[in-house]
């Protein structure tokens, strides 16, 4: 089975050149949960996601994605990341028009989750008497 999360983490650990001892003493887990997250075992805590971003100094929501949690960002960040998919998979027309396709539902959906928070808010508020 692929471990995305496992392979990125052990390569940092490397790359770094610290042991799974170091990494879980500083991020306060222990080390057969570093080795357990290494090993595809289970998956990791969004607050482990985030420490372990924190400690290698990389982006916390990809370190969210790749640990399967919700990234914090929002539709309006997205257009940059829809930029860089469509230059790096140019060529790919199906892939193209597959993220073209996601990126209009995620739009769509900010867009109903807005209004929805809108009405939430007018709902709560006093009525104004004139």
């Known amino acids: 089975m692929e471990n995305p999360f496992g392979t990125c983490l052990a390569r940092k ?3 770094r050149g610290v042991t799974i001892l170091a ?14 997250l290494i090993r595809g075992i289970y998956k990791p ?4 996601c985030r420490k372990l971003a924190e400690y290698f100094k990389v982006d ?3 370190v969210l994605e790749m640990g ?5 960002k929002t539709v309006e960040e997205l257009p940059d990341f829809h930029i860089y998919i469509s230059r790096k998979f140019k060529g790919n027309h ?7 396709m996601a990126y209009e539902a995620l739009t769509s959906i900010e867009e109903e989750r807005q209004e929805k928070r809108e009405k939430r808010r007018r709902a709560t508020e006093p009525k104004r008497e004139d």
């Not at 879980?24 to 570093?34: E, Y």
């Not at 805590?45 to 482990?48: A, G, H, K, L, Q």
């Not at 399967?68 to 914090?72: A, N, Q, V």
């Not at 199906?94 to 073209?100: D, G, I, M, P, S």
Request: glycine fraction near 2%; charge should be negative.
């Open 13 to 15: 650990i490397e790359e």
């Open 23 to 36: 990494v879980a003493d500083r991020i306060d887990v222990s080390p057969s949960t570093i080795s357990a």
């Open 45 to 48: 805590s969004s607050t482990t």
């Open 60 to 62: 916390p929501d990809i």
């Open 68 to 72: 399967g949690h919700r990234s914090s």
């Open 94 to 100: 199906k892939l193209q028009r597959a993220l073209e």
